[in-house]
């Protein structure tokens, strides 16, 4: 199959080519025109598919449900708005409940599924602080406990790609290097780490930061904090959730004017009342939270924050019109950062010949038009 646009996002610049796909990948790359195309889209954008590497579900599932038709709707319709391929996300819960999550995205992962790819679990918690958990329940919060992990990774059959914890009360460092030794990336979130350390854990092989801005101390040119840190270290990994909301435009265009195109990652941190209509109640963690008008999810009791319903194409939009984020940090925020992140860039995050056919072709409006999963168009 060949398909061709005067826009395709390739060699970080938009080119006219032509893309050339044999058994779910991409063959090779050519002139626009070089060869009769079966598809030709015209000045239509065409993107990586984009990952989503934070995200705790969607249409009325939460990776906590540990229902295998919930996750199996969720990989199905999650390819509207361009995601190829994504992370379920824990959140903080008891141990049976978040050993049943894991298992159950084990279990789906390894029986079969249509459309987006999982390429591994978000284990977000239980490991947090309490002063900053957020919309975590507090009641689950625990201190780091090493055997109690190799528990988790064993019921999901190795799938936790990415933890997020509070390496400040990681006594020894013990869970951050242990995870690090073992091929899970350690992100500091939901965390009260002063500067000092954030660098503590970083030199211990954190490489991440979850959702920058939220679940952490506010930036204080004294106390600088994990945003400091954030910004300080271009080598960590840095999500950012991309609503608007959660962090005004003008935020999301200075933590780009800190990552720069290499670093930042753009995440939904989408709840289950995502795609749902507003006023609807939901748990989250053991809590009620209840989607608003403008999109936003709240804690019906507290009132703050609980994720987002953000759609990714939506982030995309938002990066590039409402923030002014250039062009090659809002793409590769979405597509080869997190591959990167999660070492499969070999096979994901970029439209090279050899890697995976997954492509978005989006209208002028960021709209999805369709969403190739390697190669199958959805």
């Not at 893309?19 to 025109?33: K, L, Q």
């Not at 679990?121 to 780091?144: M, N, R, S, W």
């Not at 997190?338 to 995050?349: C, F, N, T």
Request: glycine letters at 10%.
């Amino acid at each position: 199959m060949i398909l061709q646009s005067k826009r395709i996002w390739a060699v970080n610049t938009w080119i006219k080519a032509q893309i050339t796909i044999e058994n779910g990948r991409i063959e090779r790359i050519d002139a626009y025109n070089a060869r009769t195309p079966d598809m030709d889209y015209e000045n239509k954008r065409i993107i990586p598919g984009l990952i989503d590497i934070h995200t705790h579900g969607a249409y009325g599932f939460d990776t906590n449900d540990a229902k295998p038709d919930g996750l199996r709707h969720w990989t199905k319709n999650v390819v509207k708005e361009g995601v190829t391929a994504f992370c379920p996300t824990t959140i903080t819960q008891s141990e049976s409940v978040l050993t049943n999550a894991v298992a159950n995205v084990a279990a789906v992962a390894g029986s079969g599924y249509e459309g987006a790819e999982i390429l591994g679990i978000h284990f977000e918690g239980p490991y947090l602080d309490q002063t900053y958990k957020g919309a975590q329940p507090e009641e689950y919060c625990v201190p780091a406990d090493v055997e109690q992990f190799k528990r988790y990774q064993a019921a999901a059959k190795g799938m936790i790609r990415i933890i997020t914890m509070a390496c400040e009360h990681d006594t020894d460092f013990a869970l951050t290097r242990y995870c690090v030794q073992h091929g899970v990336a350690v992100s500091q979130g939901h965390s009260g780490a002063s500067y000092e350390q954030a660098c503590a854990a970083i030199a211990n092989g954190a490489s991440g930061m979850t959702h920058v801005f939220n679940g952490m101390a506010p930036f204080h040119h004294r106390q600088p904090g994990l945003v400091g840190a954030a910004f300080r270290f271009r080598n960590v990994y840095s999500e950012v959730i991309g609503d608007a909301r959660h962090s005004t435009p003008a935020a999301l265009y200075n933590f780009f004017q800190a990552k720069g195109a290499d670093s930042g990652i753009l995440i939904t941190d989408s709840l289950r009342v995502k795609g749902l209509p507003a006023g609807t109640k939901a748990l989250f963690g053991g809590h009620w939270i209840e989607l608003y008008e403008d999109g936003s999810a709240h804690l019906v009791e507290a009132g703050n924050l609980a994720g987002s319903t953000l759609r990714m194409n939506d982030g995309l939009r938002i990066l590039t019109e409402e923030a002014q984020v250039p062009w090659q940090s809002a793409i590769n925020a979405c597509t080869i950062n997190p591959a990167r992140y999660l070492h499969i860039d070999g096979r994901k995050g970029s439209i090279q010949a050899g890697k995976d056919a997954d492509l978005v072709v989006l209208n002028d409006d960021y709209s999805v038009l369709c969403t190739y999963v390697k190669g199958q168009e959805i």
